[in-house]
């Protein structure tokens, strides 16, 4: 068009300087137009780029924030807790603190005055504090150092009386909060662990003095070392029909509750059933019940829900579930006791009851009929699900060692975690 134009206007513009001007129109306009054109597409190109560059950054923040969310949901994994009591150190129990949060020596006596009992009269050092300072425990913390695995002690009183004259005397209580500070001071703890456990109901005020003792613990600790644990162990039936305790205000002190999610049977007993039973029929006792107690009391990410490495066994009246108990029959049976029963007889009836979520063997010895309700992988399983299904903080577990060398609920944890 521009050449048919142009060879008009040079055959033309001899004749006529009009067609002259006409030529120079044709080229202004047709210069402006392409310009336009050009101007277009670049805008059009230059929105694309700047476009994509607007939209990386927001899919690498969607992603970042996946990443993050996924790194939520790895961090809200209930801790695992693994009591070790003084005479599994002493039998070299096998630990792996790779698989565990928290290591809490179990444990050291306090007396009513405050004093912890290391040593006996004679300054002869007690057991319990023997294997805390034996070569075996000091390699066990040397592992957990390396896996960021926290060190707890755990601090004991089982006698009602001894206990309120500890809390209710300021000169006592102080002494003892003294000594738990310097024993967390001194030998590089991560926190302590207080397990008073009363037995029967008593008149005395003790929720009051405990609340007290507790608070005031909690304070010192924090004090002298502000990332430090303050946990309580609590018997599962406790939390909603004994006066001692105010889990309300435990709640608010401590950094963890630890609900002893074991013994509603016992050896003592008068009829067999499971140790640790996730559901029970109508008001019995069960983990459920426990833990549905604590709704609206407690932060559920502060209870953490202590399951047995164990069961106990009984010579019963019958092979049926939860036949009444022979008197003074009742034993404990570890997770290493029932492991090797299974494996040295072929004649055991194995069940698994629905309702508890727990397994039963039944076997005659010597003509006596034995029934042992026990945990295994398949029972601890459903706990670690139970735990987070009511997103608690995590499962405690007792005992370490009662497991034996079988390294099965230990495979559970490493796949869990």
């Known amino acids: 068009m521009i050449y048919m134009l142009h060879h008009f206007a040079k055959l033309k513009k001899d004749q006529n300087p009009f067609f002259l001007e006409f030529e120079r129109f044709i080229y202004l306009g047709i210069t402006a137009l392409l310009a336009s054109l050009a101007v277009f597409f670049l805008n059009s190109y230059t929105k694309d780029v700047f476009d994509q560059k607007a939209i990386m950054p927001v899919a690498e923040e969607a992603m970042a924030q996946q990443n993050d969310d996924s790194a939520k949901i790895a961090n809200d994994k209930p801790e695992i807790v693994g009591f070790l009591p003084s005479w599994s150190v002493a039998k070299n129990a096998k630990v792996f603190p790779e698989y565990l949060d928290q290591i809490i020596y179990f444990g050291i006596g306090i007396n009513k005055n405050g004093e912890l009992m290391l040593y006996d009269e004679q300054g002869k050092t007690l057991l319990e504090w023997n294997y805390f300072l034996s070569d075996n425990f000091k390699a066990i913390r040397s ?83 502000p990332d430090s644990i303050l946990s309580v162990d609590i018997n599962a039936t406790a939390v909603y029909k004994d006066n001692a305790y105010d889990v309300v205000k435990i709640g608010d002190v401590v950094d963890q509750l630890i609900i002893m999610g074991y013994d509603y049977h016992v050896p003592q007993s008068t009829k067999s059933g499971p140790v640790s039973p996730i559901n029970s029929e109508g008001e019995d006792a069960s983990l459920n019940r426990t833990v549905m107690s604590l709704k609206g009391r407690i932060e559920p990410q502060k209870v953490i829900l202590a399951v047995p490495f164990y069961g106990y066994e009984w010579q019963t009246y019958s092979k049926d579930y939860e036949s009444f108990a022979v008197p003074h029959t009742g034993a404990l049976a570890t997770y290493k006791r029932v492991k090797e029963l299974l494996a040295s007889r072929d004649d055991l009836t194995v069940s698994y009851d629905d309702l508890s979520q727990s397994p039963r063997i039944v076997y005659t010895q010597n003509g006596l009929i034995k029934q042992i309700y026990y945990e295994d992988e398949k029972s601890l399983e459903n706990k670690l699900k139970f735990i987070r299904s009511h997103k608690l903080g995590g499962m405690g577990l007792w005992a370490l060692g009662y497991e034996g060398d079988y390294i099965e609920p230990w495979q559970l944890l490493k796949n869990y975690r």
């Open 143 to 225: 592992q957990a150092k390396i896996t960021n695995t926290k060190i707890l002690m755990s601090v004991k009183n089982f006698d009602n009386e001894e206990i309120d004259t500890l809390i209710s005397s300021p000169t006592n209580s102080k002494r003892a909060i003294k000594n738990l500070s310097r024993l967390l001071s001194d030998y590089e703890l991560d926190g302590i662990n207080i397990d008073f456990e009363y037995f029967t109901s008593t008149d005395f005020p003790t929720l009051k003095y405990y609340n007290s003792f507790l608070t005031d613990l909690q304070a010192e600790m924090k004090k002298q070392k």
